[in-house]
């Protein structure tokens, strides 16, 4: 259990308590829905999961979201997997999510970033006008609700409005980003068969262009339901043969026709990391989404028509479709299209300053990397427009808070959030009412009955067990794409306890509410019987500055032994010496446990990630036990493929 901090690193003061939406949404739901009016977020939770058809429908009467068919009931069958929300009604999130134009049509929904810093917007108006374009264009090309259009594209204006355009038309968008290789991107687009493919001719990253034209032609090549190919002219290339224009698809001054359809109807296929084999194509609903994003950014981030929202993502992370459900709520989005430490590691603390970011999210790791080159963001930037950061991505570390509370403001809302590309949402996190704690989550959010179970499924406090939810999500998964029966999609959340949500993450939801995620459950350090989460060891061994990246693994042996050891990448000029042995032990001792202590540290020329940034554990586990690496991990899946020979070859070598 982690150490529990009495104190708050942090407290809204009683104004910005009183004027957040979450508070105006509490005092309207107890008079108009019998939520309670006293107890503050606490209460307002347990009433949120204890009356969960009517919570649902406070959110959609307070978010004002127009259903053009009414519906019969909010919930047709609680269970999981199989809950249907909103049966019988019909809307477009498209529509939603291009509702200001209407209010603030000169105002900027979009602020586009490049390498160069310098904003670029464009208006609410601006933005319905190529949407409705588009959408013309798409139907005129044949696009029909249901047909999935795929995007293979950096996170630029145009990949918004292909999203919406394409959701306005009843379309199922799907997207990866530029950096990914071809392979990766057909292990992805293959299963859902796309009819349209909007890319690029390259993108810009670090300072140089990279050409993907090569790339564009492999997928126009294997994807051979596509109807048409849009080219995007990033580095301003001509369209190749037979490729529609972008320029000319959104010239028209049509206006938006938005397809209504049922609330449970596809809106988008998001990938998990595909780290063990092809990617799980994941489908979420047009009417799953808006619900919960609007409950997410508009309570839980309290974001409004005067906010701007920026968070440092990519087109291959559901954090961009997060990011641009933001116009759900009004507010205006950052767009940022380069490296998030270009041209040196403060970039995107400028790219906050120069957007006037109210709401600024990133990594974890980039926090922890941003105070280990000792950037000073407050001395260097002004700041005083962001009132929370948000950090997701792994847990924030307890240094991470304190860096940040004394780096950029001891005013500052720091909401360290954790949810998953499976639901595109957050389980637990911001609460703009409550008290930030050290190394904590502040709560888990509302409607979202999340607990923390031991093995035989009883429900712990102060104490490490699975992260579950007991009640559906609107966001959960309507279903996986090519999964006909149901048994995929079951066999990933379902099968440990049946009924309930068991996400893969251990967590200890504390005796105040709030929660500490410790790392992955399914790569769990198991010694003796006690379980224990690699974040908890991250976090004190990359304090050191000796110390860029670690990675630690618990293997199982044939002979019913266990062997712990601990990678580390390390600083250039660093040495693993006696001295530096010694310290990281010491300090794991020290902050950890003597159990915490590794079997072994072992220097490695770098830590292996995710496309999307996480470091892999489970097929650095297979290849320990001895799995081939073919077997062991989906190569299209992984950022540098060369760094698994090194522990395959380390595997030979133990055998």
Not at 602 to 628: A, N, S
Request: proline share 9%.
């Amino acid at each position: 259990m982690p150490t529990v901090n009495p104190e708050p690193l942090w407290r809204p003061d009683p104004q910005r308590i009183a004027r957040a939406q979450i508070t105006k949404f509490q005092t309207w739901a107890a008079e108009h829905h019998g939520a309670p009016s006293q107890g503050g977020y606490p209460a307002l939770h347990r009433w949120s999961v204890d009356e969960l058809e009517t919570f649902w429908t406070a959110v959609t009467q307070w978010f004002d979201v127009r259903f053009s068919t009414p519906y019969a009931r909010v919930l047709d069958d609680r269970s999981m997997p199989g809950a249907r929300w909103f049966p019988g009604a019909t809307l477009n999130y498209a529509e939603h999510a291009l509702r200001a134009a209407a209010t603030r049509p000169a105002e900027p929904a979009l602020l586009y970033v490049d390498e160069t810093h310098e904003p670029t917007p464009v208006t609410w108006s601006e933005l319905r006008r190529q949407v409705g374009s588009l959408a013309g264009e798409l139907r005129a090309l044949g696009v029909r609700p249901g047909d999935r259009v795929s995007g293979y594209l950096p996170n630029i204006p145009q990949a918004v409005v292909a999203l919406l355009a394409t959701a306005a038309v009843g379309g199922v968008w799907t997207s990866c980003a530029p950096d990914f290789g071809a392979r990766s991107v057909l292990d992805r687009f293959q299963q859902v068969e796309p009819v349209v493919l909007f890319t690029v001719d390259g993108y810009r990253y670090g300072g140089k262009e990279h050409d993907r034209r090569d790339v564009v032609a492999e997928l126009r090549a294997e994807l051979p339901t596509l109807r048409a190919v849009v080219h995007i002219p990033v580095l301003g290339t001509e369209p190749p043969p037979g490729a529609l224009d972008w320029a000319a698809l959104t010239a028209s001054e049509e206006e938006p026709v938005f397809e209504q359809v049922p609330f449970d109807h596809p809106l988008w296929v998001l990938y998990s990391s595909g780290t063990t084999g092809l990617p799980k194509a994941i489908v979420q609903s047009q009417g799953g989404i808006l619900v919960e994003h609007l409950k997410q950014l508009g309570l839980h981030c309290d974001l409004g028509p005067e906010d701007r929202f920026f968070w440092y993502t990519s087109t291959g992370w559901m954090m961009w479709n997060f990011l641009v459900s933001g116009l759900l709520t009004g507010t205006t989005i950052v767009l940022y299209d380069g490296s998030p430490g270009y041209p040196d590691t403060g970039a995107q603390w400028r790219i906050a300053e120069r957007t006037g970011a109210t709401l600024y999210g990133t990594s974890a790791a980039y926090v922890m990397a941003c105070r280990k080159a000792e950037v000073h963001p407050a001395r260097d930037f002004d700041l005083s427009t962001v009132q929370c950061v948000a950090t997701t991505g792994s847990p924030l570390p307890p240094d991470g808070f304190r860096w940040l509370h004394d780096e950029v403001r001891d005013d500052l809302w720091i909401a360290s959030v954790s949810g998953g590309t499976d639901v595109c949402s957050c389980f637990a996190g911001a609460v703009p009412t409550l008290p930030v704690h050290t190394g904590e989550l502040q709560a888990p959010g509302l409607g979202t009955d999340l607990q923390s179970w031991d093995p035989n499924g009883h429900p712990v406090i102060d104490e490490v067990g699975e992260l579950v939810v007991t009640n559906p999500m609107p966001s959960m998964p309507v279903r996986f794409w090519n999964d006909p029966d149901g048994s995929r999609y079951h066999d990933s959340y379902f099968d440990t306890y049946p009924g309930v949500w068991r996400h893969g993450d251990w967590i200890t939801i504390t005796s105040r509410g709030s929660v500490v995620i410790h790392g992955r459950s399914d790569s769990t350090l198991n010694r003796q019987g006690v379980r224990m989460g690699s974040a908890d060891i991250y976090e004190v061994v990359e304090r050191l500055p000796e110390i860029k990246e670690s990675l630690v693994i618990g293997v199982e042996q044939p002979d019913g032994g266990y062997w712990m050891p601990l990678f580390v990448h390390l600083a250039p000029g660093a040495a693993l010496d006696d001295a530096l042995l010694g310290r990281i032990k010491q300090s794991i001792r020290d902050q950890l446990s003597p159990r915490h202590v590794p079997d072994e540290v072992i220097e490695v020329p770098g830590v292996p990630h995710t496309l999307t940034g996480k470091r892999i554990e489970v097929p650095v586990k297979r290849l320990l036990q001895g799995t081939p690496l073919e077997k062991a991990v989906n190569p299209g899946s992984i950022d540098n493929l060369d760094l698994l020979h090194f522990y395959e070859s380390l595997a030979r070598e133990r055998a």
